[in-house]
């Protein structure tokens, strides 16, 4: 069955320094893999998307993420953090061989990122 | 920036009664998406609609719940009888949906809270 996993409910780090946000998921083909925040009382917000290619992809507001196909992880990244990257951070999958008019995507139970000044 | 909007912002209702949660997807979408969010749960996908018709339903979505896209720019979720278990956060989605475009990235509504009393 295709699903996505964040181990972590929370992340804490320091303004500045390096954060990472983890995500795995099963499916059963080459995934497409998605990240979105959540800012409080918004909706989700697109960052950045893996489809194919460099397995490094860069997105908004200077986060990354990078595809590792052998540990099927998608860890979003960012070198520096601010204090405004606080927020809800989802990772979805879209399984591909769902093909046609077929899209939904699959999430993950979402990371709190909390960034300390 | 063109924004999917979504209104209530937030509806309260009594079981058994109808609720209608309107979205206004971006313009040139051709995609639209449900999904909600059960406080504390996964976002979980109900619905897919192109060409005027749904593309894919999910197990959650159904006789209960309908979609339509009533004019050019509203697309609306029916739940013709609520439950207790229907409140969540409701999320409206549209994408281009070009041809080819498999992997296009879905933009999403601030979401309307539903509480069933």
């Known amino acids: 069955a295709q699903s996505v996993a964040q181990p972590e409910d929370q992340v804490n780090v320091a303004e500045g320094n390096p954060l990472t946000v983890k995500c795995t998921y099963s499916?059963?083909?080459?995934?497409?893999l998605f990240w979105y925040v959540q800012y409080p009382n918004r909706g989700l917000q697109f960052l950045l998307k893996?489809?194919?290619?460099d397995n490094l992809v860069k997105g908004s507001y200077g986060f990354e993420a990078e595809f590792n196909k052998s540990q099927t992880s998608f860890h979003l990244k960012k070198p520096s953090a601010l204090v405004s990257d606080s927020a809800l951070y989802f990772c979805a999958v879209r399984d591909p061989l769902n093909a046609g008019n077929n899209r939904k995507l699959i999430w993950g139970l979402g990371t709190s990122l909390a960034v300390n000044p | 920036e063109p924004e999917v909007t979504q209104t209530p912002s937030h509806q309260v209702t009594q079981m058994g009664q109808e609720v209608i949660l309107r979205c206004v997807p971006i313009?040139?979408?051709?995609?639209f998406y449900w999904y909600r969010q059960i406080l504390g749960q996964k976002v979980e996908f109900l619905v897919s609609f192109y060409n005027n018709e749904i593309s894919e339903k999910s197990e959650i979505f159904d006789d209960q719940f309908s979609v339509e896209r009533p004019d050019g720019s509203n697309f609306t979720l029916k739940i013709r009888s609520t439950k207790l278990e229907d409140s969540a956060m409701y999320f409206c989605?549209?994408?281009?949906?070009?041809?080819?475009?498999?992997?296009?990235?879905?933009?999403f509504g601030p979401g309307t809270r539903l509480t069933v009393l």
């Open positions: 989605a549209s994408s281009e949906g070009a041809s080819g475009a498999l992997a296009d990235t879905q933009y």
């Open positions: 499916v059963s083909g080459n995934p497409y």
């Open positions: 893996y489809i194919t290619g």
């Open positions: 313009s040139n979408h051709l995609y």
